[in-house]
């Protein structure tokens, strides 16, 4: 009987049964319930599925056609087209010569006539694809009944002349044949007339013998013909076929006439180029004008703001010197700038002539790049001549290992006069910073040029190039805007290294141009926006000054070291007191400088270790900040390279003479670092310092053939090992052991070869089959407990 859940169950009734048989028999009772409902909901899936109808299976898709009805039609006209056009072709060049006139004359104008006619008829049926192509076979045998009346009844005209007379009238008789009233609607024939219209001048100006101006010409007023229809004309084929001639055919007389222009010889011939490049400039600026796309109109502005300076700085160039050349564009592209002013002119005309004059003048600035650049990097060259004497001039002290650029006396005039634009005309709120950023880098280039443009004594060229530092580190510190100030900054330390190399010709120069460098800078350094730059220069200098100092000192480098590292002194002085921002540029600067002393010094081992103990307290002044307790890891590392040169100086071969330096500190470091915090391993605490000089040492005593030093290692290494063992801690054990038993064996190595001849042969194959024995029987025994371990585990179920 079910266990009723529904039973009474106050205290004080007889039928209630105990907890522990309560459950049990819930628990029963929710068994076979979840049973029932198990074998329930299996009978109701099987006669679901079994009351569905069968699902009939899928039809097979039909496969779908890879091309329309249409698109076989029109490949099909295409190649029957195609077919006549070859036929039409191989008739009239190959079987023309076996008819009489008449009967040339009556073959051509018969199929002609019915080519051309033929599209009417069909037209008027609907059936426009096979009227185009039947219409295109026309047009095509009209070109070949030109090319037999050419061979017929003009063999002796040339094939330029004739070839643009027949282009011609091809032309008019393929635009009319378009337009009657009822050839209106094929799309073919207006286009092809447009092709033909591209050969009547161009061969005609060949026929004639015109030159190369008249070619020109051809082909610019053909492509003014182009951009002209492709600005009127609705139809979108013959819109495309005139905007492809106008480029293709404008680009190609563009090319022609600006050469035209560079290579004329006088000024008639210039004047015919600009003549013609100015057409282009118009026809270019009627088509921007005209045009409604933005951006064809930006670009269009552009080209004929190009065009129209080539011109006109190309006519200029024919009257003036070949120095004014680049000056000359210059202008020309400087005086575009008006054409902002017409308010008439859509504004995508106007930025796009704004952008043609931007483009001349960068193209007359990168023209004048070199010469900047032979200024500032020509006086490295001075590096492997220092203090050999004053060179001439300005310009001989650049051209030691570089030839002068011609014609470089236009670069001051250009650098002035984009900057001058710059400065003057860029009014943007968004452009004009970067305006003035690339004024104030443009009248830096244009200082720096000058006293080598102008030939000036070098003395004094040295003095105009620490003036153009001053004005850039003064407008640095002045201007409020980012973006000029920091090219400031940067113009000012790129030119004081410029000057630092080229005063190295003479000694007085060198001294007197880094002390005023360290100068200008420190007073920089005041002001914190600019410290972390000018602080880290003023110590460059610095270091620069005490390797002239000691030089000009009859110094040897490894006592100049020792004035260097006044040097890292100052950095470590200075960099807590310069600011967040200048902090780790200082440091940089002083661990560079120590770095060079040490290198100054590394011919001198004693003065070398001296500089090493001296980069050391410096290191270890700096590693009392709280933020840089790391550095101390630097100044231990220098402490004991001091220590190591000091002895190679000594000439001292004991390996513990460099390793004990190392394992003491290293140990205190330890024993301090355990008893800060008691969970740190002996390993991480005792190991480095233990095997610093323990593991060396092992090394010597294994090669040494005295008993002196493999007594002392064996004595310490017991100690090591008993302390290790005394205080529970596994590296001193583990590695004091390890040494003290290797030490011993080599000790003890020439006994046990002496007892190894003695004992027989059989011995060591014995002694080794013992050991094997033991290690299985070992390994047998744990397998054994394992296996009673996974019985017992066993029988806990």
Not at 480 to 499: G, K
Not at 505 to 523: C, E, G, K, N
């Amino acid at each position: 009987m079910p266990y009723d859940v529904t039973q009474p169950t106050l205290q004080g009734m007889t039928n209630i049964p105990p907890p522990a048989e309560e459950l049990r028999l819930l628990d029963s009772e929710l068994w076979q319930l979840d049973a029932r409902r198990a074998q329930l909901l299996a009978r109701r899936a099987w006669l679901v599925a079994a009351l569905q109808p069968p699902r009939p299976a899928p039809a097979a898709a039909r496969p779908r056609p890879e091309t329309g009805a249409s698109g076989v039609q029109n490949l099909l006209l295409l190649l029957g087209g195609v077919l006549l056009t070859i036929a039409a072709t191989a008739f009239t060049l190959v079987s023309w010569g076996h008819l009489g006139i008449a009967g040339r004359a009556l073959v051509l104008g018969a199929v002609t006539s019915v080519a051309l006619g033929a599209p009417v008829f069909l037209l008027k049926r609907g059936l426009r694809s096979t009227a185009e192509s039947v219409a295109g076979l026309g047009l095509v045998l009209t070109v070949l009944d030109a090319y037999a009346l050419h061979q017929v009844a003009f063999p002796r005209t040339g094939g330029a002349g004739y070839t643009a007379v027949a282009s011609a009238l091809l032309a008019a008789l393929w635009t009319v044949y378009g337009l009657l009233p009822r050839t209106t609607e094929l799309r073919l024939p207006v286009p092809c007339a447009l092709v033909a219209a591209q050969l009547p001048l161009f061969f005609w100006a060949i026929g004639s013998d015109a030159g190369a101006y008249v070619v020109t010409a051809a082909l610019l007023t053909t492509a003014a013909f182009d951009t002209a229809v492709a600005l009127r004309v609705t139809a979108k084929s013959v819109r495309v076929v005139g905007a492809v001639g106008a480029y293709g055919l404008g680009s190609s007389g563009v090319l022609a006439a600006g050469w035209l222009s560079w290579t004329a010889s006088g000024p008639s011939a210039a004047a015919r180029a600009a003549a013609l490049l100015l057409l282009a400039a118009a026809v270019a600026l009627v088509a921007a004008w005209q045009e409604a796309g933005e951006k064809r109109t930006f670009g269009l502005a552009i080209t004929s703001g190009l065009l129209t300076v080539a011109a006109v700085g190309g006519l200029a160039c024919s009257v003036l010197p070949e120095l004014w050349t680049v000056p000359a564009y210059l202008a020309c592209g400087v005086a575009l700038l008006a054409a902002v002013r017409i308010r008439r002119l859509p504004d995508a005309v106007r930025r796009g002539t704004a952008w043609a004059s931007g483009a001349v003048q960068a193209l007359a600035v990168l023209w004048a790049l070199p010469v900047v650049g032979l200024v500032l990097l020509a006086p490295v060259g001075w590096v492997s001549r220092a203090w050999t004497g004053a060179p001439p001039d300005a310009r001989a002290a650049l051209t030691l290992d570089a030839s002068w650029p011609a014609h470089a006396a236009a670069v001051p005039v250009v650098l002035a006069a984009v900057g001058a634009v710059l400065v003057l005309v860029v009014r943007g709120e968004a452009w004009r910073p970067r305006a003035l950023s690339g004024a104030l880098g443009l009248a830096w280039a244009t200082a720096i040029a000058l006293p080598a443009v102008l030939e000036l004594p070098y003395s004094v060229g040295l003095l105009m190039q620490g003036a153009t530092t001053v004005a850039v580190v003064t407008a640095a510190a002045f201007l409020r805007e980012t973006a000029p100030r920091f090219t400031a900054l940067a113009l000012a330390l790129v030119t004081s290294l410029s000057l630092a190399f080229l005063s190295l010709a003479t000694q007085a120069a060198t001294l007197t141009v880094l002390a005023a460098l360290i100068a200008l800078f420190a007073s920089a350094s005041w002001q914190s926006r600019l410290a972390p730059f000018t602080t880290p220069a003023v110590l460059g200098y610095a270091a620069a000054l005490a390797c002239a100092v000691g030089t000009a000192l009859g110094w040897q480098p490894p006592h100049t070291a020792l004035l260097v590292l006044a040097v890292p002194v100052a950095a470590a002085l200075l960099a807590p007191r310069a600011g967040s921002p200048a902090t780790v540029p200082v440091e940089a600067t002083g661990a560079a400088a120590g770095v060079l002393a040490i290198g100054l010094a590394a011919t001198d081992l004693p003065l070398l270790a001296l500089v090493l103990a001296l980069c050391g307290v410096i290191t270890a002044g700096t590693a009392i900040r709280p933020d840089r307790r790391s550095v101390g890891y630097v100044a231990a590392v220098l402490f004991v390279l001091a220590t190591w040169v000091r002895l190679t100086a000594w000439e001292v071969g004991t390996p513990e003479a460099y390793t004990v330096p190392v394992s003491v500190p290293a140990l205190l470091v330890g024993h301090l670092r355990r008893r800060r915090d008691p969970r740190t391993s002996s390993w991480t605490a005792y190991g480095p310092g233990l095997a610093a000089t323990l593991l060396p040492s092992l090394v010597a005593a294994w090669g040494d053939a005295h008993w002196t030093r493999p007594l002392l290692l064996g004595m310490a290494a017991l100690s090591i090992t008993l302390l290790g063992g005394g205080h529970s801690l596994q590296a001193p054990l583990v590695l004091g052991g390890t040494v003290l038993t290797l030490d011993a064996l080599h000790e003890l190595a020439p006994y046990l070869i002496q007892v190894a001849d003695a004992l027989p042969r059989w011995v060591p194959p014995a002694l080794a089959g013992l050991l094997l024995l033991s290690l299985g029987a070992t390994y047998e025994r744990r397998l054994r407990d394992a296996r009673k371990m996974r019985d017992f585990l066993g029988s806990l179920r």
